[in-house]
């Protein structure tokens, strides 16, 4: 079958199986491998990326349910230059393997857009369902808060630098 969709910013067309996941649209059909394959049943996040404006896990989602549809990757969310979710993950180190840092970049990303002044519980509530095996979370929870400062024109806290 057919599906037609717009990928950060650009209509595209690909012939897929009924059965393709979004996630292997992605990156088998596209070559947009920013987003990680990890688990493939919707509880690690590292597929995440948004669909209409909303952080969706890929590996849960049809190809053919996105027909139509405005789907950014973690490649399409800068615009020439780093997101301010981006700049927060470099300049706070929020990553350390990076396998789940492109979904998290994501999930941040949709969870600032509702809400530029979240609390540190908003933000640890709102990567739940994003799962990281090397950094305990502290600077990636820095790096959020980094970029909700950044995305409101506040200038971001200095560095938390203690090792946790």
């Known amino acids: ?12 067309t690909s012939e897929v199986e009924a059965r393709t996941l979004l996630v292997h649209l992605l990156r088998e059909n596209l070559g947009l491998t920013g987003t990680h394959v990890g688990c493939e049943t919707g509880y690690c996040g590292a597929c995440t990326v948004h669909v ?7 590996c849960t989602m049809l190809a053919a349910q996105v027909e139509g549809a405005e789907v950014t990757t973690v490649e399409g969310l ?6 301010p979710v981006q700049e927060g993950f470099w300049e706070r180190h ?3 393997c990076g396998y789940c840092t492109p979904g998290m970049i994501m999930t941040a990303a949709g969870m600032l857009a509702d809400n530029d002044n979240p609390s ?15 950094t305990g979370y502290h600077n990636i929870v820095r ?17 938390d630098w203690e090792v946790v």
């Open 1 to 12: 079958m057919e599906v037609s969709l717009t990928v950060n910013g650009q209509a595209v």
């Open 52 to 58: 209409d404006g909303t952080p969706v896990k890929s």
């Open 78 to 83: 800068a615009n020439g230059e780093l997101h």
């Open 94 to 96: 929020g990553l350390q």
């Open 120 to 134: 540190e519980d908003e933000i640890r509530h709102g990567i739940e369902g994003n799962l990281c095996r090397c």
């Open 143 to 159: 790096a959020i808060e980094y970029a909700a400062a950044k995305m409101r024109g506040d200038e971001p806290a200095a560095p």
